[in-house]
């Protein structure tokens, strides 16, 4: 069994002595896994018509679904599996469809990637040291997933996680004087001329928070995929061996 299998992986039966590691795990080290997840937003490039949607209207089917084959429908910044991910510009110029510009990224990742293009009221900015970004959005998915839930106190549950999480924009309201990701949009426009890579400082243990109706089409999806092996019903049982697993 490996880790990546969806459809066998059940956490609360895993034998980790039976776990295959990818033949290729730890022979690259030039290369961290995973880019630190930061945010960014739509180039403005002279003829996009892509206008406030995160895919390039210049994609055709066929460049499309061979991005997402390629990469195993894996989002590059995360590794989260669906057949619903996006195509990303790497460079977030939506005019340029060469190959090694096309890239994976899951609906949320790709929300940090288009800041300008979220549209007002549908995210915040948090301030959430000593989590990742790519933690955040695995949160953030299982929590939607939750408030769709028939059973109530599961619903009261995420909407408590929501309003956690959510509830640290108040410091970036503080540092900044706004958390609306809109008002970033201007100083990420000019980081596109400047170091790309200075994002990654400047906006550390930030996160970008959605309102959970922007994804809502989205759940069926997710819940099908990646949630079947790891039903809500089993999800105190898993909490418990996490939170109990031997040193
Ligand atoms: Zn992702």
Not at 23 to 41: C, D, I, K, V
Not at 194 to 221: A, C, D, I
Request: glycine share 6%.
């Amino acid at each position: 069994m490996t880790i990546n299998e969806n459809s066998t992986y059940d956490p609360a039966k895993m034998d980790i002595e039976k776990i295959q590691p990818k033949p290729g795990l730890a022979t690259n080290f030039e290369q961290a896994a995973y880019p630190t997840l930061t945010f960014s937003t739509k180039s403005r490039i002279w003829g996009d018509q892509s206008g406030n949607a995160l895919e390039s209207s210049d994609l055709d089917n066929e460049l499309r679904q061979k991005t997402l084959t390629k990469n195993g429908y894996r989002c590059m910044f995360c590794g989260f599996y669906s057949q619903r991910n996006h195509v990303h510009n790497l460079t977030d110029n939506h005019r340029d469809i060469q190959p090694d510009n096309l890239q994976v990224a899951d609906p949320l990742c790709h929300g940090w990637q288009h800041l300008g293009e979220l549209g007002e009221g549908n995210a915040v900015l948090a301030y959430l040291p000593g989590i990742s970004g790519q933690d955040v959005n695995h949160l953030q998915r299982t929590i939607m997933i939750a408030l769709q839930s028939d059973d109530a106190s599961i619903r009261d549950d995420g909407k408590k996680l929501l309003n956690w999480l959510a509830s640290h924009r108040d410091y970036i309201k503080e540092a900044w004087g706004s958390y609306e990701p809109g008002v970033f949009v201007e100083a990420l426009t000019r980081f596109h001329e400047e170091h790309r890579e200075k994002r990654e400082v400047v906006f550390h243990s930030m996160s970008v928070v959605f309102n959970p109706g922007l994804y809502s089409q989205y759940v069926t999806t997710w819940s099908r995929e990646s949630y079947a092996a790891f039903p809500i019903a089993k999800w105190g049982e898993v909490y418990h061996n996490v939170m109990n697993a031997p040193a």
